[in-house]
């Protein structure tokens, strides 16, 4: 197959729209850009994140293509750029003839950047996870973990649960007669009696991040051994104002200023796991060492005031997914995996010992679809 990885350019265009409707008369629900240059995250002589697109190009066709998002990571207590590796894509997906473009894309993306990650690829079980395993990155799961604050709805519209016909009638049986509202109250009760009690916390809504999350940062960022660095500039430009999706906190504790998150309130329609649940999501948090109950303690304050049926989130930190249990959050199946490259886990080894010690969760994710 003579196939050659090359940058996108604008001569390309066409091949590339032509390449989407091949995926999608195949049944592919992912597209892949039709702009060489990324709206959100153009690559500049001062970008501290930027995004490059690669394709796949054979003749005039385009069979498949890949995007790179580069930015800067706390690694052993030194920044390093290393970059996500999204959206592959391949012409493979409705034709197995053209079979293997997902290994050579992989390969060229590490040939540009040897120090990858890949977020969010579902469970074990899936094919892209038995993928990147095959081409020797490790694999680990960032723990989830939800809270349900409105029983009947939860029971309702949990798709995931619900698509065994007789796990269905049973939720439906619990919702209606008041048993699943009094159960799931009760195992609230019974997990939030053994939780810190949290005093003297508030918080305020902010627009955006300027110094005060820059001296957070400084301070925070000597704990953790691999996190993505999350000064002001940058959160800004992940979190834009412009964006409404997004609720930025500022946590303090009595005046001091001790941490922060953002979450988001989001009304669904048909979701292949909660259904039309109104649901609440800790995107990204921070907070000084001691005081991580506070900032979850504070969110779900908030989510709870806009009346979220059920709320979750992602965190591999020790202190973040004690923080969770402290707050009344129960543990749950995960299928958002973070995979690493193979030299950038020989930086983070041992990997066993080190995980609980790398700062990832939903927000280290350029695409937040809930």
């Excluded at 041992?350 to 350029?366: A, C, I, Q």
Aim: hydrophobic share 40%; with cysteine.
């Amino acid at each position: 197959m003579n196939l050659r990885v090359v940058p996108y350019t604008h001569d390309h265009i066409e091949a590339v729209r032509a390449f989407n409707r091949r995926l999608k008369e195949g049944g592919s629900r992912y597209q892949f850009p039709e702009e060489p240059v990324s709206r959100q995250y153009p690559r500049t002589d001062d970008a501290d994140i930027y995004q490059e697109y690669f394709l796949a190009v054979q003749g005039e066709y385009v069979r498949g293509g890949y995007i790179l998002r580069h930015q800067d990571f706390r690694i052993n207590q030194e920044d390093k750029k290393i970059a996500a590796y999204q959206l592959p894509l391949s012409e493979a997906f409705v034709d197995s003839s053209f079979k293997g473009i997902g290994k050579k894309l992989l390969e060229d993306g590490l040939e540009r950047q040897p120090l990858m990650i890949v977020l969010g690829i579902g469970g074990h079980d899936q094919p892209a996870a038995q993928f990147f395993r095959r081409m020797q990155w490790k694999m680990h799961d960032v723990p989830f973990y939800f809270r349900i604050l409105h029983p009947f709805r939860f029971l309702r519209n949990i798709s995931y649960l619900r698509r065994n016909l007789l796990y269905k009638m049973l939720m439906d049986l619990a919702a209606f007669s008041g048993i699943g509202w009094i159960g799931l109250k009760f195992l609230n009760f019974f997990i939030l009696r053994k939780t810190l009690r949290i005093e003297d916390s508030r918080s305020e809504m902010v627009d955006g991040f300027a110094s005060w999350a820059n001296d957070l940062w400084d301070v925070i960022r000597k704990g953790y051994i691999f996190s993505s660095v999350r000064d002001s500039n940058i959160l800004n430009m992940i979190y834009p104002q412009s964006d409404q999706r997004f609720l930025r906190i500022r946590v303090f504790f009595g005046k001091n200023n001790v941490g922060w998150a953002v979450l988001m309130a989001t009304d669904l329609k048909g979701h292949n796991f909660f259904g039309k649940m109104k649901l609440g999501s800790i995107i990204d948090c921070l907070a000084l060492p001691g005081f991580e109950e506070y900032v979850i303690e504070e969110s779900t304050k908030t989510l709870k005031a806009l009346d979220v049926d059920l709320i979750v989130t992602n965190q591999s930190y020790k202190s973040w997914r004690r923080a969770m249990k402290n707050c009344g959050y129960m543990e749950g199946l995960t299928n958002y995996l973070l995979g690493l490259s193979p030299d950038l886990s020989e930086m983070l080894e041992p990997l066993d010992k080190n995980f609980e010690l790398m700062h990832v969760n939903r927000g280290d994710s350029t695409y937040l679809n809930l």
